[in-house]
Structure formats: structure tokens, C-alpha cells
């Protein structure tokens, strides 16, 4: 009979390949991602509550009046409430649940180099693909295979790509902080070559926002407040600068400023304003029937406008405490690395729904666990000195 942990073991494993079919099945397929995009959120909730019961006591949570676990089920059970007040579909409150499993798991689910491994190599394989093999014409009316979403797919690889890639040297060998970032720079080239020639100014701004914080940006909790202020109120600013009549003419890439999110985050803002407290639900349709694109390409404000003010400070919350993990864990070389990756997310997040939805939101997971994986090797190490 096998014992507890050899179960624990194969019960992540079992997750982890769900994780990857659900890659797999997006990013390399058009047909095989049509079938699976609609059922991908439900399938992650899933797997995801698996992964709470074989890492979290459940009984422990209730006994130890856990805050954040009680604020996560408060967070998700009111979007739900919400969305029913409102007459909204309820589908989208799995959005929502997914991303409230992830941050609250994100320091508590602890996955082994091989299973870390085996998430980075298909991001290797996929990156790596996308980036050199396949160079067709992409249909512009697609969702995922089009130059924007395939910008984001590679993005998406290279950040877990090279964050394991720094775990794995840094626990085998010592070397210092500019050999890694040496190490990083043949990616970052073939990366942002293959996005310019996407025109993909989103993940342009995303590359620039990890570059900057991998090399320049002090590892600090104010840096936090900083990247999600800037998430948030830079749609304000593109929606000033439209209604202004400043913007104007002004190309960028061969594509309007904005190309119309000023008017979409408009839109939606003013039927926000009605629904504060609530949101507006997932309804579209209903809510907003003059509104062209039925999607509002901001992974922070789709959580605002559609579960409403007090649920989006739950979410907040859980992010800002996941990503001061990573700044306080002084880990260095993961430290820098995942916190490029996390705020370069957020930056792609700013311009896309991107991060919030399957399979984007797996591999911001994997980001997280990355860097709590490296705190608990340094922890073990340091209990075996003793």
C-alpha cells in the first residue's frame, strides 16, 4: 500500500498534467483551443481544489481562524452573490475563483524541481516554436492566433522559462547577479525581435516593464504600489487623452494609440458607475449593448467593473501580499527574476485581460511557486546547518 507522501506526489502530478493538456491544448492548436477556452476555467478551478486539499488542512484553516482563507472564500462567494444580483451569467465568477486559488496558494503549494521542470520545458517547447519555427500569416479576427495573442504566449513561456532556468543554475551552482543577467540576454533579444515584428505594442510595454525591473528597479514593497497604480490609471489617462482630442492622429506602430480601448474602457466605466458596489456582471450584451468589442482588455478592471469595488480589494489585497512574498524573501537572483516576471504580467495585464484567464493565469501560478519553491529549498538548507 503506498504511503501519504507517495500519494501527495502523484495527486500533484496529476494537476500538473492537467495544467499542461490545458497549454498544450491552447497554444499549439487553433481547433484543439475552440473546444477547450470555454470549460479551460472550470477545469483549472478543479484542479486547483485538488491542489488546497493536498496542501492545506482544511480543519487547520477553520482552527487557526486563517485570514486569508476566509477572505478568499468571502471574496468569491460575494462575487457570486453579485453576479446573481445583477442577472448576470454566472460563468465568470470561475475567472474570479481561479485567480483568488492562485495567489492564496501561491505560498503554500510546494512543487518539486522535476515537476517545476516539466511545466518549464513545455514552455521551452512552445516559446520555442512560436519563436522560430512557425512563421505563418496569423488571422487578424482571432482570439489566440493572431500576432497579439501569440505575443503573449511567448511572453507568457519566457517568463516562466527564464525563471526556472535561474532556479535551477543558482541551486546548483554559486554565481553572481551579472552572470545571470548575461544568461537572460540572448532571450530577451529573440523575444522582444519576435514581438517587434508582431507590431505588439502591449507586450513591447511588457518586455520594457520586466527589463526594467530585472535590471534597474530596486526590489522594494513600494514598487508594488507602484506597477498596480500604473496598471489602473493609465486607462484614465488614454481616456483624458481621447476625450481631449490630444491623441488625435498620433500612431504608434502603425495602430492608433490605443486602438480603441479608450472608448471601450469609457463605455464600461459609465455603466460602472452605476453598479459600483455590485459590478456589472458578465452580461455584455445586456449591460453595455452599444459597446463594439464585448471584452475590456484590462485584467484589473475586467475584475473591478464585472464583481465590483469590494471584491476587487480582496483580489488586490491578495496580490500585493503575494508579490511582497517574493521582495522580503531576499532570495536574490529569484527575487529579481520572478518579480520582473510578476510585474512584467501585470504590464501585459494592463493592455489585455491576459493574466486573469486560462491558460495565462497556470503559468502566472507557476511564476509564484518558482520563487516559494527556491524560499523552501533555502529554508531547508539552512534547518540542515543547524
Not at 127 to 150: C, K
Amino acid at each position: 500500500m503506498m504511503n501519504r507522501k507517495k500519494i501527495h506526489w502523484l495527486i500533484d502530478w496529476g494537476v500538473i498534467l492537467i495544467f499542461l493538456l490545458l497549454i498544450w491544448c491552447s497554444w499549439i492548436d487553433h481547433d484543439l483551443w475552440g473546444k477547450i477556452t470555454y470549460i479551460a476555467p472550470v477545469i483549472v478551478f478543479l484542479a486547483l481544489g485538488i491542489l488546497f486539499l493536498n496542501h492545506v488542512s482544511l480543519i487547520q484553516c477553520f482552527k487557526s481562524r486563517d485570514k486569508e482563507f476566509f477572505l478568499m472564500c468571502g471574496g468569491i462567494l460575494l462575487g457570486g452573490v453579485n453576479m446573481i444580483l445583477v442577472k448576470s451569467g454566472i460563468g465568470a465568477i470561475f475567472t474570479l475563483a481561479d485567480l483568488l486559488l492562485i495567489l492564496y496558494l501561491a505560498n503554500k503549494v510546494q512543487l518539486d524541481f522535476i515537476q517545476l521542470g516539466a511545466v518549464a520545458l513545455s514552455c521551452l517547447a512552445i516559446w520555442f516554436f512560436w519563436q522560430f519555427i512557425d512563421h505563418s500569416t496569423y488571422d487578424a479576427g482571432d482570439v489566440v492566433f493572431n500576432t497579439n495573442g501569440l505575443s503573449m504566449v511567448i511572453f507568457s513561456c519566457f517568463c516562466v522559462l527564464v525563471c526556472y532556468m535561474i532556479y535551477l543554475v543558482i541551486s546548483f551552482f554559486s554565481i553572481p547577479q551579472w552572470m545571470c543577467y548575461l544568461l537572460v540576454l540572448p532571450f530577451v533579444y529573440f523575444l522582444t525581435v519576435r514581438v517587434f515584428s508582431f507590431n505588439a505594442r502591449g507586450i513591447l510595454a511588457a518586455i520594457f516593464t520586466w527589463a526594467v525591473t530585472y535590471y534597474i528597479l530596486p526590489k522594494k514593497k513600494f514598487t508594488i504600489v507602484l506597477v498596480l497604480g500604473v496598471s489602473l490609471l493609465l486607462p484614465a489617462a488614454y481616456v483624458y487623452l481621447w476625450k481631449s482630442g490630444a491623441t488625435d492622429g498620433v500612431m504608434i506602430l502603425g495602430k492608433r494609440l490605443a486602438s480603441g480601448r479608450d472608448r471601450i474602457w469609457d463605455q464600461f466605466f459609465n455603466v460602472f458607475i452605476q453598479h459600483p458596489i455590485t459590478g456589472i456582471g458578465s452580461d455584455f450584451e445586456h449591460m453595455i449593448p452599444d459597446v463594439y468589442i464585448k471584452e475590456i482588455h484590462h485584467a484589473l478592471l475586467d475584475l473591478l467593473f464585472v464583481h465590483g469595488v469590494p471584491v476587487f480589494c480582496v483580489v488586490l489585497y491578495f496580490l500585493y501580499q503575494r508579490t511582497k512574498d517574493i521582495i522580503t524573501a531576499h532570495s536574490g537572483h529569484i527575487t529579481a527574476v520572478c518579480l520582473a516576471a510578476i510585474y512584467g504580467m501585470l504590464a501585459a495585464g494592463t493592455f489585455e485581460n491576459y493574466y486573469i484567464v486560462t491558460p495565462y493565469n497556470i503559468l502566472l501560478f507557476m511564476v509564484f511557486l518558482i520563487s516559494h519553491a527556491f524560499v523552501q529549498q533555502k529554508a531547508a538548507a539552512s534547518s540542515a546547518d543547524l
